[in-house]
């Protein structure tokens, strides 16, 4: 995520240095709040080479700028280069911001069952004016069993979208129960050809789970994001071109495993929240662990996780994104507004952490850098935090405010172990990874866990968990086990996760199952469970 640094950073490992001439290389990037980071690991996942270039207000020139820096550290590397993978936070500030998404009409198969509450309801002002073009609710959804509730109306659609056709430039579709039976939403996919052409069309069975209004709220700013994933991939070629790069390209989405640009281009809203998924799979790889505490500190925030068989734990619960609630695959997280940049003051003689943040301006306004602003970083200098992570700035132009820098990390440490509790499920004492450029903000003791690790290359973790990163799908359906039987149908659910995965681009010959979880529907006449399945498998080479 980001380091404080005074300049682009490089340290590749001496020990890397000798590569044979013909090993095939696998750049990773990964942009965070104040750094962008990019490393190269070969075949081994060895790494060879990792560079952190300050973030850019426009994130495609850091991203340019930080693939330039690595390729330069290791001869020819730009043409033994066959994989790049990029996490991106492009969508997130495309919806924070309100900038670059597209309008979207929003169409519902609700009626006559959810007029009372109309899509895109407890939306904030300014999202919804940004995105919404129109939104309706037309006579369609089915039963939790399946069953139809009324017909779908076609001709309802047809005039919606007629009166749309001149403002859509994509459109997001919701039928109540899709994810149990989405036949309906299909054939309104098919209508939408017929009427507006070659507009992009997000269905919400394929994004979200049960819960029809935060499904239809992914289903939405999915569609609103469709054009912001098309830069994205497209300045990422320009970017691999302009670096002599020819190489399949991925991103990373937010379940730690990657997606092909074919994949993202359709369900870009998958990748929010993949930075701290990226940092997780890299402090796995990085310590050897699998079931974990994951602190990731950046410039600007810290971030909470949990590992489990080596994966981000996802959450469970409706997430907000922008204002608004979501229910899509989100990893289980635990966010703080305190971070390498994070501005350090008093009042009413009580030291206050943000939340405000010098960002990407650390290496400027920090007071070890020769700025005015006392931050988190100079906390970490004038305690000696930042010993065992290498020099940051001049530790003696932060000494005039050194008792207020110490305080300052006395309140950082209560932060962390209130966050950690937060964040853990059960009483069992996990050991705890600490990444990022600004992990020196972790202490070596802390209550609650089974010591504390900060591996070697920590500073970089995220950029190594989307290098190594595999591909995966996943699947979260209900099914009526009563036509089929539960046995075909958890076979029918591992078949099509099976599929997603090597749609998004996994080798379809080392696919596997990592992980089922059925859970039973109560009150119901026939047996009826929601499944969900998830598969993963390495890059498809060719």
Known sequence: MAEPTSEPTSEPTSEHAAVAPQARLRVGIDVGGTNTDAVIVDERDRLLAKVKHPTTSDVTTGILSALRLVLAQLDGAAARVSHVMLGTTHATNAILERRNLNRVAALRLGGPATHAVPPLTGWPDDLR???SCGAVVVDGGVEMTGEPIVPLDEDAVRRFLDGVAEQAEGVAVSGVFSPVLSDQEFRVEELVREVLGDVPVSLS??????GLLERENACVLNAALVAVAGRVTAGLGDAMSANGISAEAYIAQNDGTLMSLDYVRRYPIL???SGPTNSMRGASYLTGVTDALVVDVGGTSTDI???????????STAVEIGGVRTNFRMPDLVSLALGGGTIVGSANGQVTLGPGSVGYRLTTEALVFGGSVPTLTDAIVATGRGNGIGRIGDASRAAAHEELLRRAIAEVDARIEEGVDRVKTSGRELPLIAVGGGSGLIPEVLAGVAGVHRPDNHDVANAIGAAIASVSGELDRVFAYGKDGRDESIAEAVRLARDEAIRAGADPAYVEVVEI???PLAYLTEPVARVRVKAAGPLKTH
């Open 129 to 131: 004016a940004a995105i």
């Open 205 to 210: 069975h394929e994004i979200g789970s049960l």
């Open 271 to 273: 990748t929010i929240g």
């Open 305 to 315: 996780g949990i590992l489990s068989s080596g994966f981000p734990r996802e959450s």
């Open 517 to 519: 979880e059925e859970v």
